[in-house]
């Protein structure tokens, strides 16, 4: 998962604070290579949940510190509060990898594998020839996007009019799931009839390695999108969108205004899948669930 303003590639109000902390400026643990302190967890918490909507919470420090801390390494600086008062003096590429820093990208294909065969249902639900759009904004590294499209041409056929956008907040990610090469590993739960029909096996140096077909390829678009900002470049609404496990990184109020955000740019009667973990039960106004984790917009 990531975001910032929609931007093609070739090819997740006030901050929330930790309940109980206090503004402590000693540092937490002794031996680290920079210092790190309760008060630079809590300008981290602000800024990410400002930038992405992300809310971290208490049990994240030894995690932000890792991973912030390669970007001091980066950046040449030498301490958390030089790093976040340069931060937020400059509006460049920066905030990027500070957004790509503090995502976390869990992924496999075709994880949660009843949602594919609900999606290959509604596809077929249709009649042949209807054009399809459909959004997945927590892309990745791209096992989803390409699970999806696999579906449509199973259900579909090969020159169905079928189109995926797939975005996500971390443009490092996007870049891995345009290339579309993957370890054997990744692919193990895949039928040796998908790999062969899908995948392009790598040979001498690429062995061990394969690469998503061009016909999954071009199916999709790639682009980063934030799902906090209100600046979704859209024109045309979607039959379906795939948003899982992304809103489990968001409060309630954030988790709302996204679910009001997808309402709009989905298609009355259009479909809406969710990770495992995720229960809108409350946004009844806008979404009837009609199965395990899968809503019908209103």
């Known amino acids: 998962m990531r975001q910032a ?18 503004e402590s400026s000693g540092p937490l643990e002794q031996g680290r290579e920079f210092a790190w302190s309760n008060a630079d967890f809590l300008r981290v918490q602000t800024l990410i949940y400002q930038r992405a909507g992300i809310s971290l919470h208490d049990g994240k420090h030894a995690m932000v510190y890792s991973r912030l801390s390669r970007r001091l390494r980066e950046t040449g600086h030498a301490s958390f509060r ?12 920066e905030w990027q990898e500070f957004v790509n820093a503090l995502t976390t990208n869990l992924t496999a294909f075709f994880r949660e594998q009843h949602h594919f065969e609900i999606l290959a249902t509604y596809l077929r ?14 892309a990745s590294t ?19 009019p079928f189109k995926l956008t797939a975005s996500d907040i971390d443009s490092r990610v996007l870049a891995t799931a345009a290339q579309g090469v993957y370890r054997m590993d990744a692919l193990k739960g ?58 489990i990184y968001f409060d309630a109020a954030t988790q709302r205004s ?41």
């Open 190 to 247: 895949l039928s040796s009839e998908r790999l062969q029909r899908f995948f392009l096996r790598g040979k001498g140096g690429n062995a061990g390695l394969m690469r998503a077909k061009p016909e999954l390829r071009n199916a999709i678009e790639f682009m980063i999108v934030n799902l906090i900002r209100d600046d979704w470049p859209f024109r045309e609404p979607f039959d379906v969108v795939f948003c899982r496990n992304v809103m």
């Open 125 to 138: 639900s249709k009649p042949a020839g209807t054009p399809w759009r459909v959004w997945c904004n927590a």
């Open 82 to 93: 030089e790093y976040l008062d340069w931060l937020e003096r400059h509006d460049g590429p």
């Open 5 to 22: 303003s929609a931007t093609p590639l070739s090819k997740r109000g006030d901050p929330v604070r930790p309940a109980g902390g206090e």
């Open 142 to 160: 791209g096992e989803e996007p390409y699970s999806i499209v696999i579906t449509a041409l199973e259900a579909l056929g090969a020159k169905a």
């Open 258 to 298: 996204v679910l009001e955000r997808i309402h709009r740019v989905l298609k009355p009667g259009g479909m809406l899948f969710v990770g495992h973990a995720e229960n809108f039960s409350e946004s009844r106004d806008l979404f009837t669930l009609r199965g395990k984790t899968v809503y019908e917009r209103r």
